[in-house]
């Protein structure tokens, strides 16, 4: 009973990870599949994937952390749009350099919101366990409503 009820807190966080991880394959297939090309479009599918790999881990962390210490439906979201975001930077670097710049921006502000999501749940179990103030439900509506911001361009 207690697993269920585990389960169902992190369920989508779990997809989200998971569709990641596809995506991680794909990008690792686009390089291993450059091998018979030329030299400097070679180096920007390698590039484009080792910068997706630097910022992955900090993408996981955040969202987890947002999704546990808040809500895991905008964290969800919030990580399913980066990962849409991160397509489109690494479709965006194999083009012109200059093409994957708005990708690069977005997936910024992606991590900050998710970053924000932390503190916010930090600071809110803070309030709660020392001073017995549990704003979780409005914390929850206000993020729930500015998680689809993230989709303003």
């Given at each position: ?32 599949k450059c091998k018979n090309i030329p030299i400097s479009a070679m180096e920007r599918v390698s590039c484009a994937n080792r ?103």
């Amino acid at each position: 009973m207690y697993s269920m009820y585990m389960v169902e807190n992190i369920y989508l966080l779990v997809i989200v990870t998971l569709i990641s991880v596809l995506q991680n394959i794909f990008f690792a297939q686009k390089v291993e599949k450059c091998k018979n090309i030329p030299i400097s479009a070679m180096e920007r599918v390698s590039c484009a994937n080792r910068n997706c790999m630097d910022v992955y881990p900090t993408f996981l962390a955040v969202m987890w952390c947002a999704g546990l210490c808040l809500s895991q439906a905008p964290a969800a979201f919030a990580g399913f749009i980066y990962l849409l975001v991160r397509q489109k930077y690494f479709v965006g670097y194999l083009g012109q350099t200059s093409q994957s710049t708005p990708g690069y921006l977005f997936g910024k502000r992606v991590i900050g919101f998710l970053f924000l999501m932390c503190v916010v749940g930090i600071f809110n179990y803070l309030l709660a366990h020392y001073f017995g103030s549990d704003y979780k439900e409005y914390v929850e509506t206000i993020t729930n409503a500015a998680s689809a911001l993230l989709l303003i361009p």
